[in-house]
């Protein structure tokens, strides 16, 4: 009866968007089942309008867009410590991530024992504190690099870890250090191939840091978080429907721990849809500094109204009481809304909506 439903207008003028403004190739990144919005499908759509590079997180999601006819090229975002996963990705011809000595050996073994040479982009943790090697290593990893005989480095890249501000000193930092250390690459004698460090946020915000490659996801679901001036349009939302009507007296709870009262009798209606699917849920805020979490906090004191509200037959109906695992009450007293009437629910994320909720691109 829930659907998440992808608005395939809005996507393709976010592409286009997203097309217009880059000065380089576009990597589409699919982790997380394409950030809810469904891994095969939501490819088919890039590929079809002129996306032929993608990302994922898992060597699992590149095996299934293989399957499913994605012919570009795709990069394993996570380095593989794992001769097994390595065997796979140069079976598939996708694209390793090499973020450390041993990530490197694991797959020059790999494509030695199926006598065949593995591309990879080489990782450098400028900041970040997660895959790749340090700056100060690169000298080393040259030559280390370079006596590996089935490994070529056709890329090589850094992930930043605030690029959600122009004020943002460590992404000027991390961009610094990120060409400082191709330099070195390159007077060590490894050519770096094509470079990037661009998530959506730093694409929007630092065109000059574009490079031969920029890496997006959120953008393309116009979810971002700089202001948007760039007209990309938010993408999916939840469509259930009503299953339950009923009157209720005055001075009646409503759902746990007794935070909604009736203050005159009331009709209501009960919808299908809760935690479980995804409703309600805001991501984690507590990685960012205080600044930001006070921006958030006016965003939602701002959205609050709306969060508390989903709309039926076109009009904004509140919902009364705590958001349960499976179930919302909404207010129907002013409305002839009855059962099997629908409702739209916009303040969600795809993300968040459960992978058990079909998916419907209309
Ligand atoms: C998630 C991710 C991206 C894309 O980030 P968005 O902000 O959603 O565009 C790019 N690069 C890496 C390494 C990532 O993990």
């Not at 609050?304 to 509140?318: A, C, E, F, P």
Request: aromatic share 8%.
């Amino acid at each position: 009866m829930n659907k998440l439903l992808i608005e395939r207008n809005k996507l393709l003028k976010n592409i286009e968007i997203i097309k217009k403004y880059s000065r380089s190739k576009i990597i589409a990144v699919l982790k997380a089942n394409a950030y809810g919005l469904g891994l095969i499908e939501f490819a088919n759509i890039l590929q079809q309008n002129g996306i032929d590079f993608f990302a994922v997180t898992d060597i699992k999601d590149a095996l299934k867009l293989r399957e499913n006819g994605i012919s570009g090229q795709i990069i394993v975002l996570t380095p593989t410590n794992l001769p097994e996963e390595a065997r796979l990705i140069i079976q598939n011809g996708i694209i390793a991530t090499v973020g450390s000595r041993t990530s490197a050996l694991v797959l020059n073994n790999a494509a030695s024992s199926l006598s065949k040479t593995a591309s990879f982009h080489l990782k450098i943790d400028t900041g970040f504190g997660r895959f790749g090697f340090l700056p100060q290593e690169i000298p080393d990893v040259c030559s280390f690099i370079k006596s590996l005989d089935n490994i070529q480095i056709t890329g090589t890249y850094s992930h930043f870890s605030y690029s959600f501000s122009k004020k943002s000193k460590t992404a000027y930092a991390q961009y610094n250090t990120f060409m400082d250390t191709i330099e070195q690459m390159r007077q060590n004698g490894l050519e770096p191939g094509l470079r990037h460090i661009c998530n959506s946020s730093a694409f929007l915000l630092f065109p000059e840091m574009h490079l031969d490659a920029v890496r997006i996801g959120s953008a393309f679901l116009g979810r971002i978080l700089v202001k948007n001036t760039y007209v990309l349009e938010r993408i999916g939302y939840l469509k259930s429907r009503i299953i339950e009507t009923k009157e209720l007296p005055k001075n009646h709870n409503i759902g746990y721990a007794n935070t909604y009262r009736t203050k005159k009798p009331i009709r209501i209606g009960i919808i299908p849809i809760g935690y479980a699917d995804g409703f309600g849920l805001v991501k984690r805020r507590d990685s960012f500094r205080l600044s930001d979490i006070l921006s958030y906090i006016w965003r939602d004191v701002r959205l609050l109204r709306k969060k508390d509200w989903v709309i039926v037959n076109g009009k904004h109906v509140s919902i009364l009481g705590r958001i349960n695992i499976n179930n919302i009450v909404v207010d129907l007293t002013d409305t002839d809304a009855k059962v099997g009437d629908e409702v739209i629910l916009d303040n969600i994320n795809p993300l968040l909506v459960g992978i058990h909720v079909e998916r419907e691109y209309i």
